[in-house]
């Protein structure tokens, strides 16, 4: 039970911004706050929960992996910890187009965890509070500090809310039900009625995590070795690509049978998920081993990864067997699986329920639209995933301290990064499960490629103040090298020489009959700028990421274009601005539910307007006359 009000006391510390949860997106919230100049508090249930992974031991993957490669381009923090702490990498869909690759590394866990906490230590501005915040004090609609379990206030001027899944969460597996956050952590369980006072609607989401194996009773000789890069790339742009050329640990693929199926089925009664015992709607795209079974009986095996948590500890992931079924289905389960015949559990599997909000309660800079001061970034905000939750923590916190500098807040739109398509998503359309980045959502993912994230973006975290000068400068050089080269590159003709005829033979690519371009013979399917290397007798010597952008620029030049083209299109509507206090019910020819979902959603832009559910074209139209 909280301390009653009598025992209310102040803290004589001074802070601008309190961020309450340190987990991901806690973390670039109070970073980027700090590193601002603000003074920032951070609040935790643990401080030895800080950053912590409580599901999958990876950073990046599709999509993800984009996210994570734009926080770094804008100041964050997660690429370079990765890149200081993983233990396997590998470029994922390399045998696809360069708008779909994405990074994905294994990280050892304790060991990220510890160097972001070592990092928030060391942190100026920045103090750490490990104690539970139980209310959001407010004067006339605007934030004015937090109060916390032990009666302490801390006045401060903004908030950010960045609790995961802490928030009355509970774990679940069969008939067991604890009242904790993630790996039996202390779960949260006042704030949630502050915020509804403050009219916050909340939804109640689910998640879940597979069991962790020993490794010694794991055979391997039954599953197939999943190996890392050869040649590793770093998540940030500051990294050394040198630095990580690591002696990586191996993961495991093995395969669900008929008899696991069969497991599942016969218990799937017992499961909280089918007996409705679980209340929270939980994710489409990462589903419990028994939604697989039961929304895919057509299937008869499923992939599972065995990943290491890292190189400190014998406890195995189980990737892609997340699961709620009791402790003795989950052995039966886990032991038909080849290789895991003898598995030892050393955590079970659980589902977790917990708080969140419903995001369209947001503005695009995520502040709340009815509580000024008060920012919210992560889980909490009905998303799901590490990288989802770091990209949204950083542009609350960027968000956060320009409210306080008298500046306004910057928003990512959906042409110039995925952090943009994430954020415009989780606002204005209805989220009814946690919602997971995926590549397929951006309609400008040619040049929304992870490559050229720091092209894309690290102009924008320089002008915000998280990317110093030698950064930035760097950033120009490595643009006007990418300029002159694709420029040498479109006016350096190729003859029809013996040695050009033997390099195109080499790639089985057509002989030339007159003489072409570079650029015509890098647009060629088969050829690229690195397999023209040595007819090509002037090319200066150039970085990797140079020589990269040249090759993606020249070979998908016309693609690039037309995307281009089309994002001119969208910015007309982006940028032609809805007033703030404009009244919806006066204009008479928009149709009744484009009026509440324009009402409840107040969207800034024509642009964001024509994405909610429920705004048809011709309510756009009637919007775009009435504005004129």
Not at 212 to 241: C, L, N, Y
Not at 336 to 364: F, H, M
Not at 577 to 594: C, F, G, H, T, V
């Amino acid at each position: 039970m909280k301390y009653s009000a009598n025992s209310v006391w102040e803290n004589k510390d001074k802070y601008d911004i309190a961020v309450v949860g340190a987990g991901h997106a806690g973390c670039e919230a109070a970073l980027a706050a700090a590193r601002l100049g603000f003074r920032t508090v951070m609040f935790t249930v643990s401080v030895d929960s800080i950053a912590l992974m409580p599901c999958n031991p990876n950073i990046g993957g599709s999509s993800k992996g984009h996210l994570v490669r734009e926080v770094d381009a804008l100041g964050g923090e997660m690429g370079k910890v990765i890149d200081r702490t993983f233990i396997q990498s590998k470029m994922l869909n390399q045998s696809k187009g360069p708008a779909v690759h994405s990074l994905r590394a294994q990280a050892d866990k304790a060991e990220y965890s510890k160097a972001m906490r070592q990092v928030l230590e060391d942190q100026k501005n920045l103090d750490i509070r490990q104690i539970e915040v139980t209310d959001i004090l407010t004067e006339n609609g605007k934030v004015t500090g937090v109060q916390t379990y032990s009666g302490a206030v801390y006045p401060c001027r903004a908030v950010i809310l960045c609790t995961g899944t802490y928030l009355k969460a509970r774990c679940i597996y069969g008939e067991v039900s604890t009242d904790t956050g993630p790996n039996g952590l202390q779960s949260a369980n006042y704030l949630t009625e502050s915020l509804k006072s403050l009219g916050i609607k909340m939804y109640r989401f689910k998640t879940g995590t597979p069991a962790r194996i020993d490794k010694k009773s794991i055979d391997f000789g039954k599953m197939e070795e999943q190996k890392g890069d050869e040649r590793v790339v770093p998540f940030s742009f500051t990294t050394d690509p040198e630095n990580v050329q690591i002696e990586q640990a191996s993961c495991w693929l093995t395969y669900t049978n008929e008899t696991t199926h069969d497991i599942i089925r016969t218990n799937l009664e017992r499961s909280p998920l089918f007996s409705g015992a679980i209340e929270g709607t939980g994710p489409r795209y990462c589903p419990s081993i028994e939604d697989k079974v039961v929304k895919f009986p057509d299937k008869n095996r499923h992939q599972v990864f065995i990943e290491p948590e890292g190189l400190s500890t014998n406890e195995m992931y189980v990737g892609g067997m997340s699961s709620s079924l009791p402790e003795d289905v989950q052995y039966a389960m886990y032991r038909s699986v080849p290789g895991l015949e003898n598995a030892k559990i050393v955590r079970n599997a659980y589902a977790i329920e917990y708080d969140c909000i419903d995001a369209r309660q947001l503005k695009s800079t995520l502040e709340f639209k009815n509580v000024e001061g008060l920012f919210s970034g992560g889980q909490f905000n009905g998303s799901s995933g590490y990288e989802e939750a770091a990209a949204q923590g950083l542009i609350a916190g960027i968000n956060a301290a320009r409210k306080l500098q008298g500046k306004e807040g910057i928003v990512i739109d959906r042409s110039q990064g995925y952090i943009g398509v994430l954020i415009d998503d989780l606002v204005t359309k209805e989220s009814r499960e946690p919602y997971r980045m995926m590549t397929s959502r951006a309609e400008y993912r040619l040049l929304l490629r992870q490559d050229n994230a720091d092209i894309r973006l690290t102009k924008i975290g320089h002008e915000v103040g998280l990317i110093g000068e030698e950064r930035y400068q760097k950033l120009l050089e490595k643009e006007k090298l990418i300029r002159e080269e694709i420029r040498r590159v479109e006016h350096t003709n190729i003859g029809t020489s013996e040695k050009v005829q033997e390099v195109l033979e080499k790639y089985e690519s057509t002989p030339l009959n007159s003489g072409t371009t570079l650029a015509e013979l890098i647009r060629r399917p088969e050829l690229s700028y690195e397999k023209l290397d040595e007819i090509d007798e002037k090319r200066p010597d150039l970085p990797f990421d140079v020589r990269e952008q040249v090759d993606i620029n020249i070979k998908y030049d016309g693609y690039i274009k037309r995307q281009m083209r089309q994002v001119e299109q969208f910015k007309k509507l982006e940028n032609k601005k809805i007033p703030e206090n404009i009244n919806y019910d006066e204009i008479q020819s928009l149709r009744l539910e484009a009026k509440q979902k324009l009402n409840e959603i107040r969207p800034s832009s024509i642009g964001q307007a024509s994405r909610i559910s429920g705004v048809s074209p011709a309510d756009v139209s009637v919007l775009l006359v009435y504005l004129k």
